[in-house]
């Protein structure tokens, strides 16, 4: 039976059991008087797929180094159960890096490739962990290939493999797909948390790319300022983001600032964009004075006239309409001056006669709105656009063999740390 397929456990596949839970404690990295990552307390269940998420200059990249032990924090531990990897160097750590640039040695086959690491410790079966590594990743057909002769794709493959072969605790992806296209790329999104769920590792995805974060992970942080703003799972950060934010940077959001004037029952009452919304408390961090209203551009309906009933409504002026294939974008202007945006299916064909400088009624559900603190909306936008930022976060340098051996079992819990739910 192949160590990493077949049936059986996970814990018989060849992979050592994690020792419990990857664990972060007021890390910080500062270089001179820039602090990459500000006092971050993490808590990364084992065996659970988990996003690092954020713009270019945020920390994302610099907190996998540490992990990885290619940069040292500045204060600070870093631990896997009860074990502290903070001084630990790369290759006795029991973890495994893939990059962007997958590394690949070209003199060398696939299979080569993947048995280099344990070829290297001297591992007697080093091409029967190469060979079962490659069909993990459905890339035995290929093993005599060189890395030249392959796509991009299966270049990354290969990497993966590679990395795999070494029966790391914690496998780090540090983005990995940003070379491939669009149609691979979402190939190889469903592949990577494929062979997550088979293998049962810690997979840890830094990544910019919000797609990338909600199709694979289990849980998202997403990181501004090298702290982070918000994690939980996936679909409830994008449907209720706490901060403007984290509802910019993953997916689009509507957002105006507005003031609460009163409630109704369970319903904020707030005066925004030129007329009045109700946000759900529930649905809302700020419960009154001042707050910014928002809502996603897919939860907004588009009516050729006032709708009739009591639910959100406002007026507005179409300034642009956008075919993207299966939706329709619709730019328009409110009250206010903002813009905001509105995605439609392509369902209703009549749809299709609304121009700029048509007038229009956006309408959506109380339970859609959201509400956060005040804030500048344009903060994500602004900071991927920054020119400057990507200059703040050094990128990984390439290393072969990362992994060791290490000692220690158990896990522990920290109360300061950000508990990632399991």
């Known amino acids: 039976m192949s160590i990493f397929g077949g ?6 596949r060849g992979f050592r059991e994690a020792r419990g839970n990857l664990r972060l404690t007021g890390v910080t990295k500062e270089f001179g008087d820039f602090t990459a990552v500000d006092d971050l307390g993490l808590e990364v269940p084992r065996g659970s797929f988990f ?3 954020g ?4 920390g994302k990249t610099t907190t996998l180094r540490m992990v990885a032990g290619l940069e040292q924090p500045t204060r600070g531990r870093i631990l896997i159960g009860d074990t502290d990897l903070t001084g630990s160097r790369p290759y006795e750590r029991p973890v495994n890096t893939v990059f962007q640039s997958y590394a690949l040695f070209p003199h060398l086959t696939i299979r080569d490739n993947v048995a280099f690491g344990p070829k290297r410790r ?30 991009g794709g299966q270049q990354q493959r290969v990497a993966v493999a590679r990395a795999l072969v070494n029966r790391p605790e914690v496998l780090l992806l540090d983005e990995p797909l940003g070379a491939l296209d669009l149609k691979l790329r979402r190939q190889m999104q469903v592949e990577l948390k494929r062979i997550q769920t088979e293998v049962g590792l810690t997979f840890i995805h830094v990544t910019h790319d919000q797609e990338e974060a909600m199709t694979m992970a289990d849980t998202v942080a997403v990181m501004n300022h090298g702290r982070i703003e918000q994690m939980g799972h996936p679909e409830v950060l994008y449907d209720l ?5 984290v509802a910019n940077f993953l997916g689009q959001s509507n957002l105006g600032d507005g003031r609460v004037t009163g409630t109704d029952g369970d319903d904020l009452v707030v005066e925004v964009a030129g007329t009045t919304v109700r946000i759900p408390k529930s649905r809302s961090t700020v419960h009154d004075g001042a707050i910014t209203f928002g809502v996603r551009p897919e939860k ?25 294939g299966v939706a329709t974008q619709f730019l328009v202007t409110v009250a ?3 813009t905001w945006a509105v995605y439609e299916q392509n369902l209703d064909v009549e749809r299709n006669h609304l121009r700029p400088g048509d007038e229009v009624w956006l309408e959506w559900e109380s339970g859609h709105a959201f509400g956060v603190p005040v804030n500048d909306v344009e903060a994500a936008a602004a900071t991927v656009a920054d020119p400057d930022a990507a200059k703040a976060e050094p990128r990984a340098h390439q290393s072969a063999d990362t992994s060791g051996d290490g000692t220690g079992d158990g896990s522990g819990s920290d109360p300061d740390a950000l508990a990632v739910p399991s």
């Open 7 to 12: 049936n059986g456990s996970k814990a018989t």
């Open 51 to 53: 996003a690092l998420l």
């Open 55 to 58: 713009p270019s200059g945020c």
């Open 122 to 151: 001297g591992e007697a079966d080093a091409g029967k962990l190469a060979d079962d590594a490659l069909e993990l990743v459905q890339m035995s057909h290929l093993a005599a290939r060189k890395p030249a002769q392959l796509s």
């Open 241 to 245: 983001p706490k901060t403007s934010f």
């Open 300 to 324: 907004v309906r588009i009516r050729d006239q006032r709708p009739d009933g009591a639910g959100n409504d406002v007026k507005a002026t179409v300034v642009d309409v956008s075919f993207t």
């Open 336 to 338: 206010s001056g903002t």
